[in-house]
């Protein structure tokens, strides 16, 4: 089915025509448009062309759908959407601002020097939401490492220092090339982690270069194990099976309700996997029967909303993507406003509840359109503290213990 939703996708579909329209009038005002009927073709066909590009990106997502399109269109017809209407909102909200700059003393003054700065302040504010724009799309496989420490309460001594790496939602496709991916899998070796995790969403749509990227993560390295779990875009491209299948050939273990137990010095790290948790259904199903007393239980979900669920079945750290950072974030008063919020608190980052903690990968791909905007590409590492100054991990190598 195609991957179209109408809270927030056709309310956002609304608010872009709404800007065209509020554009075309102000233009009209000034002048722009000729006295004549002309002005309301031009919107209603620019209208149109949204309204057509948005309906067949999405709907194109979908296998019957997508193989009637030449190969390469069907990103491109979704991504022309989403910036003509992330620009034409953009532009809509920078001439109410141009409009409350009129108003001000610089607006009416009446010296030619401060008339110019006025008119060159207009031109910066108008011009902003393109170069935003463009500054995302410039940016948005500039992938970078982001190391976060996260201390847990009673954390053994024997894990103190433990390095968790994590790569997520790769989205292999015309938006991020198998180059991009080979960077990001090199940075990650390099960072000599015990624990490597990929957490889902390999590639965007039926179509996309699977085998490629699965060529790429093969590559990955870690001194314990390199462990998974699916997104939901296994789902929608029906590659559940095959990908876990291959990466089990290639030595990587996706969970899928299942668990791995591994052993540092005297304490135990026991590591859980569930498949993408569907909204509105029952979340992490069986998964608490996957923890292990005794030991720090880790849980690998690609969607984080799950976090207070995890809370109550005991898991002391839940790893996971699907956000994007919000792909495109603006934070406001230390909060971050972006698409991802209409659907989980969790964007982006290290949350904390009753003790336990989530952290949120904005990983290194994008959907929809290849523009980021303050959630930068990146790939993580996470290691593991506790209070004090205990002794640093005894050992680069795990025993894996049955499960």
């Not at 980052?349 to 949120?360: I, K, N, P, R, T």
């Amino acid at each position: 089915m195609p991957n179209f939703h109408i809270f927030p996708d056709g309310i956002l579909l609304l608010v872009s025509l709404a800007s065209l329209a509020a554009i075309t009038a102000a233009l009209r005002r000034t002048g722009r448009f000729r006295e004549s009927k002309a002005w309301r073709v031009r919107l209603a066909a620019a209208s149109l062309m949204v309204s057509a590009l948005y309906l067949a990106g999405y709907l194109s997502i979908s296998a019957r759908v997508a193989r009637h399109f030449p190969a390469g269109v069907v990103p491109w017809m979704q991504a022309s959407a989403l910036i003509l209407s992330m620009v034409s909102v953009g532009t809509c909200v920078a001439m109410g601002a141009v409009e409350l700059l009129k108003r001000t003393r610089l607006g009416e003054a009446a010296d030619p020097e401060r008339r110019a700065l006025f008119r060159v302040a207009c031109g910066a504010v108008l011009a902003s939401p393109v170069a935003a724009t463009s500054f995302g799309i410039l940016r948005c496989n500039d992938i970078g490492l982001k190391e976060t420490p996260i201390e847990i309460p009673g954390l053994p001594a024997d894990l103190h220092g433990l390095r968790i790496a994590q790569l997520t939602d790769i989205h292999l496709s015309a938006f991020l090339s198998e180059s991009d991916l080979e960077r990001a899998v090199d940075m990650i070796n390099g960072l000599r982690a015990q624990i490597t995790l990929v957490t889902g969403d390999l590639i965007t749509r039926t179509g996309d270069p699977l085998d490629a990227c699965l060529k790429q993560i093969r590559r990955l390295r870690a001194d314990a194990a390199v462990l998974g779990c699916l997104g939901n875009h296994e789902i929608y491209t029906r590659t559940e099976n095959y990908v876990t299948a291959e990466c089990a050939r290639m030595g990587i273990d996706i969970l899928r309700t299942q668990k791995r137990l591994l052993r540092f010095g005297a304490a135990k790290v026991n590591v859980g996997g569930v498949d993408y948790q569907k909204m509105h259904e029952p979340y992490l199903t069986g998964a608490g029967a996957l923890t292990e007393p005794g030991a720090l239980n880790i849980l690998l979900s690609h969607n984080p909303d799950v976090f207070p669920v995890a809370v109550s079945q005991g898991w002391d750290l839940t790893i996971a993507g699907h956000t994007h950072g919000g792909q495109v974030n603006v934070e406001i008063l230390d909060s971050n406003i972006n698409l991802a919020r209409f659907f989980t608190p969790y964007t982006r980052g290290l949350y904390w509840m009753e003790g336990s903690a989530a952290f949120v990968s904005a990983g290194i791909g994008t959907v929809g359109m290849p523009v980021r905007l303050g959630a930068p590409p990146e790939v993580n590492l996470l290691t593991l503290r506790a209070s004090g100054a205990p002794k640093p991990i005894a050992s680069a190598r795990a025993e894996q213990c049955a499960s």
